[in-house]
């Protein structure tokens, strides 16, 4: 784990102030510090979520509000907000348990994500909005080159609704089939239902992700079937 935050300032274009709160920002909720990211995660995904709303709003002036909710949904998201945390290697600061370590946490969708939120939180507390507006709309366009619907909405679950709708009048239904694995590391299995027809199954370390995982799967199933 790197403790110098030289290049995470450079990364972000950002020097924190305040070492405690950037410390609080790192802190996954299983090591043993008293402080974690929750909090901060809580405000970052609130202050992410209108950043991104608003980039997109001027972005796109002649795209419908439907569109925009679809983009903004697949920026402001666990594998979003994972793939700009990979893009200024947020994993190699965090603190976590052994337990963690050995788990491959520091690659963990989740773990990063909440990170990225906690980071965004932590900068917006101690600058403010305008800052964080400024990193995001750097991180975005050197990770996402071109920002569009073809190349960046990746709502699965969305697809899948709007295909059967169209093809079998109904909607899908998500089915847990099993929870295992502490608490620390669970793995959610979902099955896909449509008209009590199981199309797919998948796994994820988060319900949302084998939900999207088992989408995916269902619509390449579906598609398939329609060939």
């Not at 945390?85 to 348990?97: D, F, K, R, T, V």
């Not at 050995?102 to 994500?113: D, F, P």
């Amino acid at each position: 784990m790197k403790t110098n935050l030289i290049e995470l300032e450079r990364c972000l274009g950002y020097r924190f102030k305040n070492l405690e709160t950037i410390t609080e920002a790192l802190t996954h909720r299983s090591y043993t510090k008293i402080k974690n990211n929750e909090r901060l995660e809580f405000l970052g995904d609130a202050v992410l979520d209108l950043v991104v709303g608003e980039y997109l709003f001027f972005k796109f002036p002649h795209v419908s509000e439907g569109e925009l909710s679809k983009l903004r949904a697949s920026l402001v998201s666990e594998k979003g907000f994972q793939e700009l945390a990979c893009s200024i290697n947020l994993g190699e600061y965090i603190y976590i348990s052994a337990a963690e370590e050995n788990n491959n946490g520091r690659e963990k969708a989740s773990i990063l994500s909440n990170a990225f939120e906690a980071i965004m939180g932590a900068i917006y507390l101690e600058s403010n909005l305008e800052k964080v507006k400024e990193i995001i709309t750097k991180l975005l366009e050197k990770r996402y080159p071109q920002i569009d619907m073809q190349h960046i909405f990746k709502d699965y679950k969305t697809t899948l609704q709007e295909l059967t709708q169209a093809h079998f009048g109904v909607i899908p239904d998500y089915v847990l089939l099993r929870a295992t694995g502490p608490d620390h590391q669970k793995e959610f299995e979902i099955s896909v239902v449509i008209n009590k027809k199981e199309f797919s199954r998948a796994k994820g370390s988060t319900k949302k992700e084998a939900e999207q995982k088992s989408a995916k799967i269902a619509i390449e199933i579906i598609q398939k079937e329609m060939n």
